[in-house]
Nanobody, 117 residues
């Protein structure tokens, strides 16, 4: 299973970015999709997940600013990030948890998000 992430970059505080992650397998009905992030010197932390039925959960630090969504026909998950803050700077990793077939967890390669003026 491969996860290809894209959409990172440099943005000013208050700006927006949209991350996308496309899986090499069908995600419909089998996988929880999520985004995690890791800032320098810190542990990887959960940002958001979206379940099989589309139910989303968020870290408190991003609630109201970030929106996760899944496009099942395209095997893709998106993370819309608005009102970005310098503390959102991190490498963002896409995550896939296969609940049905392999019951394994997979990670994308990471995409850098830098929020700075």
């Amino acid at each position: 299973v491969q996860l290809q992430a894209s959409g990172g970059g440099l943005v000013q505080p208050g700006g927006s970015l949209r991350l996308s992650c496309t899986a090499s397998i069908n995600i419909y009905g089998i996988a929880i999709m999520g985004w995690y992030r890791q800032a320098p010197g810190k542990q990887r932390e959960l940002v958001a997940t979206v379940g099989l039925g589309g139910f989303a959960t968020y870290a408190d630090s991003v609630k109201g600013r970030f929106t996760i969504s899944r496009d099942n026909p395209k095997n893709t998950v998106h993370l819309q990030m608005n009102s970005l803050k310098p503390e959102d700077t991190a490498i963002y990793y896409c995550n896939l948890r296969d609940l049905i077939t392999t019951r394994n967890e997979y990670w994308g390669q990471g995409t850098q998000v830098t929020v700075s003026s």
